[in-house]
């Protein structure tokens, strides 16, 4: 028996990137909001114009602005929102106030909410974006669905750059590619 291993000490690189399930569950559920990496956020008056709103999602290239009144959160205005309500609306959004697009009052999480509890809410809900608030209210930025997937990349960055390549990915898409 000496100098044999056994097998069930024994776990192959294949096993053992099955194990990345247990962490990933773990963490989910430990990890609060406030420490994953955000995109900055953009964090403006409900009486600023449509265009302005849009021009400072698109210089900090992100997908939603947070719309205050009197400094607490009045709404969130998304990409959804331009395509959805504003492209046809025929408004001067030059002079149009953000507050006539924007969700009001959309729903929102503290910082110190779990991972878990954010995808629970975006998955039943739709949301790809939803606003973080301070306990008076006050936004203190924002969660996005890339910032979650970005941590769950950075959290098994090896398992997944290691991953063998999938041959259907990987096959050529014509008779002489390759």
């Not at 962490?23 to 449509?50: A, D, M």
């Not at 001067?92 to 953000?98: A, G, L, N, S, Y």
């Not at 008076?136 to 997944?160: H, K």
Request: proline share 7%; with cysteine.
């Amino acid at each position: 028996m000496s100098g044999q291993k056994n097998m069930e000490d024994h776990i192959s690189e294949f096993e053992d990137s099955y194990s990345d399930e247990g962490i990933l569950r773990g963490e989910i559920f430990r990890e609060k909001l406030g420490n994953i990496p955000r995109r900055p956020t953009v964090i403006l008056p409900s009486y600023t114009s449509v265009s302005k709103v849009i021009h400072a999602m698109n210089e900090l290239r992100v997908g939603c602005a947070l719309i205050t009144r009197n400094e607490k959160l009045a709404g969130i205005f998304t990409e959804r929102d331009v395509l959805r309500k504003v492209a046809n609306s025929g408004s001067d959004i030059e002079h149009t106030p953000v507050e006539n697009f924007m969700t009001n009052n959309p729903d929102t999480l503290p910082l110190n909410s779990s991972i878990a509890y954010a995808i629970h809410k975006m998955s039943t809900a739709g949301y790809r974006h939803i606003p973080l608030t301070d306990r008076e209210g006050r936004p203190t930025g924002v969660v996005a669905v890339r910032d979650i997937i970005s941590w769950m990349v950075d959290l098994f960055q090896e398992s997944l750059l290691n991953l063998p390549p999938d041959p259907e990915l990987e096959m050529p898409k014509k008779m002489d590619g390759g």
